[in-house]
């Protein structure tokens, strides 16, 4: 059983006893209820305690001794009904103050507490006592109090009595008592001036206002995701049409260049006799060798040829490469450029098969195409060009990937190709990744 | 302030209620043991500190009990002479007795200035009640209260305590205090008397003021000398109280097994019987119970008493024969406890003085005969003197025997004495 006392309940007392001349005694006023605390710990699932736990929220004074009981200690139920009045059902105890006595219950107490309990009908009574030590030349007092449920066996009869707030409420929490307040002059000043902080309901209008603010933010939220959404479609359907149109360039390109071929080859016929071009065989060597690239292979490392081709001839063999390997491509099948080191990502050489093609073509997502990688042979394994990244950088912004790793990734690319030189670099894709993973262009 | 003097508690007490502390300490006797007086210790008030004095309304009574001493504490409010005190038992907390058993309380009179004491008293009455119900948890010791009860000789004059219980060990202990039922009144008054003066005899008594009688010896040659006559002063400041004898008996176990009796007189009985020695009583027997026991102690009591009281007769009536066999010759003797006599008898012109010193047990005990030449000094400065103790002697003669017995011998042993007397001492 615990019991606790209000600060100012137990001051009201102290300061009756205290100015009484004489013993003084009176009734406690509160409320017991039990409070039942499960606790589950490693050894037990589950054990519940049950507390009573008494709160002594009032007290009402009597006014002499011997007001409510005679001298044969028989209490009289008149007087007790005239003093309590009707807080007689709020009565859980009483009290007494005696100077310089024992910490204990006289006789007469003892009787008395017996008829009130079967008077008042409170089976668990408490008594509380006050006694008031002074030393010889009145230079300490000291007010002691103990609270008793006589009712109980005899050696578990004194309860620890606590005043909460008493103490250094600087390092404990301040404890809100859970003390009704029952002052009528407090009804009537929050009656009166409640309307500027509660509403007809009875809840703080901060409240309210604040719950509107939050129905506002959420509704104008779900406004921009609809926005959101269909910005995102248009931009879909963009580009769609985007590379709708690459596709017909791409197939208006090779038709030219077939017919320039033609051409050329018509012309060339014609003077194929005197001397081979070294050019046209080395160049066919390059695109056969590079062509042999188609299958899924191991990328080679093409020999480094003795006249290393020419842009223009670069950019046409990229063309001739992104013409024969787009066709059986698509958009869907193309892996997606991922950085080195995210978790789903390729291995470092598929990876610069996939940022060779990828950067050309569209978004897409699909397992890795044996296709020919346009190796410039630097030996080691980073991305082929930048050239063929800076190249494809224009495009690479409108390749962008709805998705939110691969976009990240994909920035980090292209603003890893803008930042290189033109010039083929050591481009170093690893240190970019978004988790910190180093590899790839260092396992080659 | 524990041994606070009566009169200082009652300067300190609250006016209005000095009456009835008054009556407590100065007349308060309760219970057996009437020779403790009732105390008060422990005067505090229950005012206000910056009341002024005196104002003192609570206090701790002790009141012997059993052996024991109970502390209570009395509480009154000075502000509110009128109305009841309140008590606490101490720490016999279970001790709440029952309003309607005490008359004083609920009549309360603070005019009354006995009305304390009597509650006291009833209050006492109901402890007594309260121990012999806790004597229940012992069937032994139950049984030795229901048969002592049953005889009202001891019934009614027995306080119990029944100790604390050990938790523990469950042993159990309670003390029976018993008043035994001797009477005490035909012991001369002469014994009880010489408390607290002088030192005693080897009889235990003390003479304060010996009685001098003279008388002339008229017989047979023997000179006598007067003496004045005083009377013996009585002892009139303390009073001892009344005559009682107490038997504690002491229940160490449930089982009786350890049995302690303790037997209590009062100091003038004490005295009356011989001292410390009269307090000898036998051992509990093991196995026995207090109804056999005792009766025991009671008729060993009683038979010290009666050959107390002969032997006083019996002196008395020995120095009777001796004065008038004597007549002259006797110089004094002790008229109240007559316990010695001293003769001036003259044999063929030798002059001698004869000390007769009657035991406590006489006749059992022979008395000592101690003669003293009047002229012969010994080299101390002392009268030259001779002790006799065997010399033909029976108890079962009469005071009249002894005297004839005792001129005849006097007769034959003096010669022997004069020569050592010449022999020895100087002139």
Same mark, same amino acid.
């Given at each position: 059983?615990a019991?606790s006392?209000?600060?100012?309940?137990?001051?009201?007392?102290?300061?009756?006893?205290?100015?009484?001349?004489?013993?003084?005694?009176?009734?406690?006023?509160?409320?017991?209820?039990?409070?039942?605390?499960?606790?589950?710990?490693?050894?037990?699932?589950?054990?519940?305690?049950?507390?009573?736990v008494?709160?002594?929220?009032?007290?009402?004074?009597?006014?002499?001794?011997?007001?409510?009981?005679?001298?044969?200690?028989?209490?009289?139920?008149?007087?007790?009904?005239?003093?309590?009045k009707?807080?007689?059902?709020?009565?859980?105890g009483?009290?007494?103050?005696?100077?310089?006595?024992?910490?204990?219950?006289?006789?007469r107490?003892?009787?008395?507490?017996?008829?009130?309990?079967?008077?008042?009908?409170?089976?668990?009574l408490?008594?509380?006592?006050?006694?008031?030590?002074?030393?010889?030349?009145?230079?300490?007092?000291?007010l002691?109090y103990v609270?008793?449920?006589?009712?109980?066996?005899?050696?578990?009869?004194?309860?620890?009595?606590?005043?909460?707030?008493?103490?250094?409420t600087?390092?404990?929490?301040?404890?809100?008592?859970?003390?009704?307040?029952?002052?009528?002059?407090?009804?009537?000043?929050i009656?009166?001036?409640?309307?500027?902080?509660?509403?007809?309901?009875?809840?703080?209008?901060?409240?309210?206002?604040?719950?509107?603010?939050?129905?506002?933010?959420?509704?104008?939220?779900?406004?921009?995701c609809?926005?959101?959404?269909?910005?995102?479609?248009?931009?879909?359907?963009?580009?769609?049409?985007?590379?709708?149109i690459?596709?017909?360039?791409?197939?208006?390109?090779?038709?030219?260049?077939?017919?320039?071929?033609?051409?050329?080859?018509?012309?060339?016929?014609?003077?194929?006799?005197?001397?081979?071009?070294?050019?046209?065989?080395?160049?066919?060597?390059?695109?056969?060798?590079?062509?042999?690239?188609?299958?899924?292979?191991?990328?080679?490392?093409?020999?480094?040829s003795?006249?290393p081709?020419?842009y223009?001839?670069?950019?046409s063999?990229?063309?001739?490469?992104?013409?024969?390997?787009?066709?059986?491509?698509?958009?869907?099948?193309?892996?997606?450029?991922?950085?080195?080191?995210?978790?789903?990502h390729?291995?470092?050489?598929?990876?610069v098969?996939?940022?060779?093609?990828?950067?050309?073509?569209?978004?897409?997502?699909?397992?890795?195409?044996?296709?020919?990688?346009?190796?410039?042979g630097?030996g080691?394994?980073s991305s082929?060009?930048?050239?063929?990244?800076?190249?494809?950088?224009?495009?690479?912004?409108?390749?962008?990937?709805?998705?939110d790793?691969?976009?990240?990734?994909?920035?980090?690319?292209?603003?890893e190709?803008?930042?290189?030189?033109?010039?083929?670099?050591?481009?170093?894709?690893?240190?970019?990744?978004?988790?910190?993973?180093?590899?790839?262009?260092?396992?080659? | 302030?524990?041994?606070?003097?009566?009169?200082?508690?009652?300067h300190?007490?609250?006016?209005?209620?000095r009456?009835l502390?008054?009556?407590?300490?100065?007349?308060g006797?309760?219970?057996?043991?009437?020779?403790?007086?009732?105390?008060?210790t422990?005067?505090?008030?229950?005012?206000?500190?910056?009341?002024?004095?005196?104002?003192?309304?609570?206090?701790?009574?002790?009141?012997? +009990? &059993? %052996?024991?001493?109970?502390? $209570?504490?009395?509480? @009154?409010? #000075? =502000?509110?002479?009128?109305?009841? !005190?309140?008590?606490?038992?101490g720490?016999?907390?279970?001790?709440?007795?029952?309003?309607?058993?005490?008359?004083?309380?609920?009549?309360?009179?603070?005019?009354?200035?006995?009305?304390?004491?009597?509650?006291?008293?009833?209050?006492?009455?109901?402890?007594?009640?309260?121990?012999?119900?806790?004597?229940?948890?012992?069937?032994?010791?139950?049984?030795?209260?229901?048969?002592?009860?049953?005889?009202?000789?001891?019934?009614?004059n027995?306080?119990v +305590? &029944? %100790?604390?219980?050990?938790? $523990?060990t469950?042993? @159990?202990? #309670? =003390?029976?205090?018993?008043?035994? !039922?001797?009477?005490?009144s035909?012991?001369?008054?002469?014994?009880?008397?010489?408390?607290?003066?002088?030192?005693?005899?080897?009889?235990?008594?003390?003479p304060?003021?010996?009685t001098?009688?003279?008388?002339?010896?008229?017989e047979?040659?023997?000179?006598?000398?007067?003496?004045?006559?005083?009377?013996?002063?009585?002892?009139?400041?303390?009073?001892?109280?009344?005559?009682?004898?107490?038997?504690s008996?002491?229940?160490?176990?449930a089982?009786?097994?350890?049995?302690?009796?303790?037997?209590?007189?009062?100091?003038s009985?004490?005295?009356?019987?011989?001292?410390?020695?009269?307090?000898?009583?036998?051992?509990?027997?093991?196995?026995?119970?207090?109804?056999?026991?005792?009766?025991?102690?009671?008729?060993?009591?009683?038979?010290?008493?009666?050959?107390?009281?002969?032997?006083?007769?019996k002196?008395?009536?020995?120095?009777?024969?001796?004065?008038?066999?004597?007549?002259?010759?006797?110089?004094?003797?002790d008229?109240e406890?007559?316990?010695?006599?001293?003769?001036?008898?003259?044999?063929?012109?030798?002059?001698?003085?004869?000390?007769?010193?009657?035991?406590?047990y006489?006749?059992?005990?022979?008395?000592?005969?101690?003669?003293?030449?009047?002229?012969?000094?010994?080299?101390?400065?002392?009268?030259?003197?001779?002790?006799?103790?065997?010399?033909?002697?029976?108890?079962?003669?009469?005071?009249?025997?002894?005297?004839?017995?005792?001129?005849?011998?006097?007769?034959?042993?003096?010669?022997?004495f004069?020569?050592?007397?010449?022999?020895?001492?100087k002139?």
């Amino acid at each position: 059983m615990a019991a606790s006392i209000s600060g100012y309940t137990f001051s009201s007392v102290c300061y009756h006893s205290a100015n009484s001349n004489s013993d003084h005694e009176g009734f406690l006023l509160g409320e017991v209820r039990q409070e039942e605390t499960v606790s589950i710990s490693d050894t037990q699932i589950s054990t519940a305690e049950l507390l009573q736990v008494v709160e002594i929220h009032n007290h009402n004074p009597c006014a002499q001794l011997f007001s409510f009981y005679d001298y044969a200690g028989k209490v009289d139920e008149e007087s007790l009904k005239r003093i309590l009045k009707d807080r007689q059902k709020n009565v859980i105890g009483w009290y007494r103050f005696r100077r310089n006595t024992p910490q204990q219950m006289s006789f007469r107490e003892q009787i008395i507490h017996k008829q009130l309990t079967q008077l008042l009908g409170v089976p668990d009574l408490v008594f509380l006592l006050f006694s008031f030590i002074s030393t010889a030349n009145s230079s300490t007092h000291a007010l002691e109090y103990v609270l008793f449920r006589p009712n109980r066996s005899r050696y578990n009869q004194r309860i620890t009595l606590t005043i909460p707030n008493l103490g250094n409420t600087s390092q404990q929490e301040y404890k809100v008592s859970s003390v009704p307040n029952t002052s009528l002059n407090y009804a009537t000043v929050i009656k009166e001036n409640g309307a500027e902080f509660f509403d007809k309901d009875g809840v703080m209008k901060d409240i309210r206002t604040i719950f509107q603010v939050y129905n506002a933010l959420q509704d104008k939220l779900q406004a921009v995701c609809a926005e959101v959404e269909q910005s995102e479609r248009i931009k879909e359907k963009i580009q769609e049409d985007v590379n709708e149109i690459k596709q017909q360039i791409d197939l208006r390109k090779r038709k030219t260049a077939e017919e320039e071929k033609k051409l050329w080859e018509a012309q060339h016929a014609d003077l194929h006799q005197s001397s081979p071009e070294e050019n046209t065989e080395q160049s066919r060597a390059s695109l056969t060798s590079r062509i042999a690239f188609q299958t899924p292979a191991a990328p080679e490392r093409p020999g480094i040829s003795p006249n290393p081709p020419s842009y223009e001839d670069l950019m046409s063999h990229d063309r001739a490469l992104l013409s024969t390997s787009s066709t059986p491509t698509r958009a869907a099948l193309l892996p997606r450029p991922q950085a080195v080191g995210s978790p789903g990502h390729p291995s470092p050489a598929s990876l610069v098969l996939g940022m060779g093609l990828g950067l050309g073509l569209g978004a897409g997502s699909g397992p890795t195409l044996p296709s020919v990688t346009p190796y410039l042979g630097n030996g080691d394994g980073s991305s082929s060009d930048s050239l063929d990244r800076q190249a494809a950088g224009q495009e690479d912004e409108e390749d962008e990937e709805d998705e939110d790793e691969d976009s990240s990734e994909y920035e980090n690319l292209v603003s890893e190709a803008q930042l290189l030189p033109p010039l083929l670099a050591q481009g170093r894709p690893a240190a970019l990744s978004p988790d910190g993973d180093v590899r790839g262009s260092q396992t080659s | 302030m524990n041994n606070m003097s009566p009169e200082v508690a009652l300067h300190r007490i609250s006016p209005e209620l000095r009456p009835l502390l008054c009556s407590v300490v100065r007349n308060g006797r309760v219970g057996l043991d009437a020779t403790n007086f009732l105390r008060v210790t422990d005067l505090k008030t229950g005012c206000t500190t910056l009341t002024p004095g005196p104002c003192c309304d609570r206090f701790k009574l002790h009141i012997p +009990y &059993a %052996g024991e001493t109970l502390k $209570w504490d009395i509480i @009154f409010n #000075a =502000r509110y002479p009128e109305l009841p !005190p309140d008590f606490i038992f101490g720490e016999d907390a279970e001790f709440i007795p029952e309003p309607s058993e005490l008359p004083h309380l609920v009549r309360w009179d603070a005019g009354d200035p006995e009305c304390l004491l009597q509650l006291v008293k009833e209050l006492i009455q109901q402890y007594h009640h309260y121990q012999c119900q806790r004597l229940r948890d012992s069937s032994r010791l139950l049984f030795e209260y229901d048969s002592l009860l049953e005889e009202p000789s001891y019934g009614r004059n027995m306080e119990v +305590y &029944a %100790g604390r219980k050990n938790s $523990w060990t469950g042993e @159990f202990s #309670a =003390r029976f205090l018993l008043k035994l !039922p001797v009477d005490f009144s035909n012991i001369p008054v002469y014994l009880l008397k010489g408390l607290g003066r002088g030192k005693g005899n080897e009889h235990g008594l003390t003479p304060r003021t010996p009685t001098h009688r003279t008388a002339r010896v008229a017989e047979s040659g023997l000179m006598s000398v007067c003496a004045p006559i005083i009377n013996r002063i009585k002892d009139t400041t303390l009073d001892p109280g009344e005559d009682m004898a107490l038997l504690s008996v002491s229940f160490e176990d449930a089982e009786a097994t350890q049995v302690f009796p303790k037997l209590y007189l009062s100091p003038s009985i004490e005295h009356a019987l011989g001292g410390t020695s009269a307090l000898h009583i036998p051992a509990f027997p093991s196995g026995g119970c207090l109804i056999d026991y005792v009766p025991q102690v009671c008729q060993l009591l009683t038979n010290k008493v009666q050959y107390v009281i002969q032997g006083y007769h019996k002196r008395r009536e020995y120095i009777a024969a001796f004065l008038s066999h004597f007549g002259m010759g006797v110089v004094e003797y002790d008229a109240e406890g007559f316990t010695k006599l001293t003769l001036l008898l003259m044999l063929k012109d030798f002059c001698f003085l004869v000390h007769v010193d009657l035991p406590l047990y006489f006749p059992r005990d022979q008395p000592t005969l101690t003669f003293q030449s009047v002229y012969h000094f010994t080299s101390s400065g002392q009268l030259y003197s001779q002790v006799q103790k065997a010399y033909p002697y029976s108890p079962r003669w009469d005071g009249n025997e002894m005297a004839k017995r005792a001129k005849a011998y006097f007769k034959s042993f003096i010669p022997q004495f004069q020569e050592g007397a010449f022999a020895n001492g100087k002139l």
